[in-house]
């Protein structure tokens, strides 16, 4: 075995501190990693109430979120895919600026164009996603040779599933940036399914992270329920990057505790009894009892802090909801860098009819 | 008969046809076990088993090229693509190797297959689950495009779709999948390739659409019949390649006015052929300019999807605009 294919770390459950980080940091990431889970538990009353139209939720994939955040420095850009809003929570923007995306609101950073959980962020440098599978992972190569040509020290990241390791772009990535070893770490979200689809049947090989070694990028596999050995995983690939030592391939086995969306049911296709065996290894929980032999964290602090995290989430997801739509006329802005005569003439068209459209009786038929 | 849903329509057809060929074969994401994401694949595999009706890793060019090969194997395929947004990573196959077999062989390998996908609006979908690509595809010589708007017709055309000899885009309406009810014909049923339908007869002004946008044309008409007392006739396009322009010359002679209606951005979209059409063809029986009425030319919206998708009173301002031309 070459020492780039490891096996997943054994986690670290002593009841001494791992190596390198102070409490201050550990409880961190215990922080960030509640928050997320708090916000996603928000999401979906939210939209099992009607408030919001779709969301999805990233439950289970905390620790992965929650360590390469912390891993990578706050000015690394981060090119991710739709299950992964808990790094914009983690490096600091408001849950409810992530919640005036899912409400589709005149504040949302993108004018609310794209449907819910498809974030933007430039001041995080979370750059916007699309839903397409796997388009974007050769962008953050691209960005990366660009780094690299400019003699920057900026890393990037990038983030796909299980399923997305199919795409396209996975092989043009990864073609890309074994020929020119840009500064680049490419993550494998491996939470098992892709939609329906198990990984089992997603993949011939006997692994996801292998396939990087036939492209010459050094790949290696941790546990994503692991926070610390995500971090540990996520710190020496991005040090190396910027030491201008090439891309890495980093495959986190976790799993997808709840459904793909709002839109799925994941009783169709998989058993009670593994959705329960999976539930046995959440990383909140994990990290939770770790936090405890090392006697940070005891039952009432943990306490104290889901209370203040879920007040504040609700607090924040509330005022979201006070924000109205963006004015018709947005829609023609930025589809070009400066509106085309032709464009100009549709908005200026509708907007001398907008009092035709009494909007609020939707469905009623006006005139 | 029985009142089915253009879902079960499409679903309908699929049983019927592997019943009837065993060389039809289903796959695409997610369609084996849990039946497609919009169920259009119910019962598939529980019927035909994995063999005949399976799941695919994600890879859209990578389903469209196996299909390929499929076809000129001998069997049947109809791939699924879980939504028109995500074709442009097979489009390379489509149009590049699928759309152009049969020519480039002399005929000697004939490729077809019915490339199944949901489009349009009407889902809250924003820019990755609402989009309307037809034109890419009416653009391409060795496709046929076709885009039911009832559930008889679902199922008539899906079967003789799967039963022609050349790769066909069945495009579904997702917005009208479930909430549009009809009589659908039981057993053996085909609807042939290439007519259009006269939704509804008229006089005064010829409404020309397909799809989701076949229903809102039809609460237009209403209306006009109500507020303008002006007789509107619907020709649902159904076949958009290749195009009836027999029933749309007939139609434009009739009523000397025409709309087109269509969700896809109004720059280039089918619309716009519809237009030049009747611009080549019928000048002299044109008592108005041909209106396109579609989206906008932006991509598609989430918010502000409400404005963006022509609706019933869009398409009703409009049939005014034209009958009052003077």
Redesign the interface.
Known sequence: MTPTMSKPKKSNDSKSLPEGFTPEQLLKLYRNMVTIRAFDQRQLNLQRSGRI??CVVSTGEEAVQAAVTAALNDTDWLFPYYRQHGMLLCRGASVESLANQLY??DQDHAM?????V?YTDKEKHFVSL?????THLIHAVGAAMAAQYKGDDTVMATFIGD??T???DFHSALTFAGVYKPPVVMYIINNKY????PVS???GAESLHIKGEGYGVPSVKVDGNDVIAVYEASKNAADKARRGEGPTLIECETYRMGAHSS??DPT??RSQDEMDEAAKKDPVTRFANQLKNWGLLDDVADKTLWDEIETMVVDQTNEAEKHG??A?E???DD?YAKVPE??AR??DE?MA?ES??P?EN?GE??? | MATKTLLQGINDALITEMERDENVVVFGEDVGINEGVFRATSDLQKKFGKKRAYSTPLTESGIIGAAAGMSLYGLRPVPEIQFADFIYPAFDQIVSEVAKFRFRSGGQYPCPMVIRTPYGGGIRGGLYHSQSPEAYFTHTPGLQVVIPSTPSDAKGLLASAIRGDDPVIFMEPKKIYRSLKGDVPEGDYTVPIGPARIAKHGTDVSLFCYGAMVPVCETAAEKAKEKLGVDVEIVDLRTLYPMDEKSIIESVEKTGRALVVYEAPKTCGYGSEVAALIAERALDSLEAPVVRVGGFDTPFPYTLEKIYVPDALRVFLAIQDVVNYA
Not at chain 1, 130 to 134: E, L, R, T, Y
């Open positions: 139209g779709f589709g609101n609310a164009r794209q449907m819910p498809h699309s839903s397409v599978i796997g399923g997305g199919s795409s396209n892709a939609i329906s689809h049947e997603q993949c839109s799925d169709r296709y739509e963006p018709w947005t829609l023609f589809v032709s464009l549709q908005r509708l009819r035709d459209f909007r939707e038929f006006p005139l």
